[in-house]
């Protein structure tokens, strides 16, 4: 079985199923950035952004 790592192309990246894409200077606020963290505390959740700065505050669904 013969393996081919590279990097896929424009039109390679669109036929692909199921897998993510990122368009810079994209922000969606129902995605939480997974490299801060968050932490829940008397029924709020804390979100925190890669530097560690607090960037939001909420509560559960």
Same mark, same amino acid.
């Given at each position: %079985? @013969? =393996? *081919?790592?590279?990097?896929?192309?424009? !039109?390679?990246?669109?036929?692909?199923?199921?897998? %993510? @894409?990122? =368009?810079?200077?994209? @922000?969606?606020? *129902?995605?939480? *950035?997974?490299?801060?963290?968050?932490?829940?505390?008397?029924?709020?959740?804390?979100?925190?952004?890669?530097?560690?700065?607090? !960037? !939001?505050?909420? =509560?559960?669904?």
């Amino acid at each position: %079985m @013969k =393996t *081919d790592n590279r990097e896929l192309n424009t !039109s390679e990246l669109e036929a692909v199923n199921g897998g %993510m @894409k990122w =368009t810079p200077g994209t @922000k969606n606020p *129902d995605v939480i *950035d997974a490299r801060g963290g968050q932490f829940s505390c008397l029924g709020l959740t804390f979100t925190f952004d890669i530097k560690g700065n607090l !960037s !939001s505050v909420g =509560t559960k669904p």
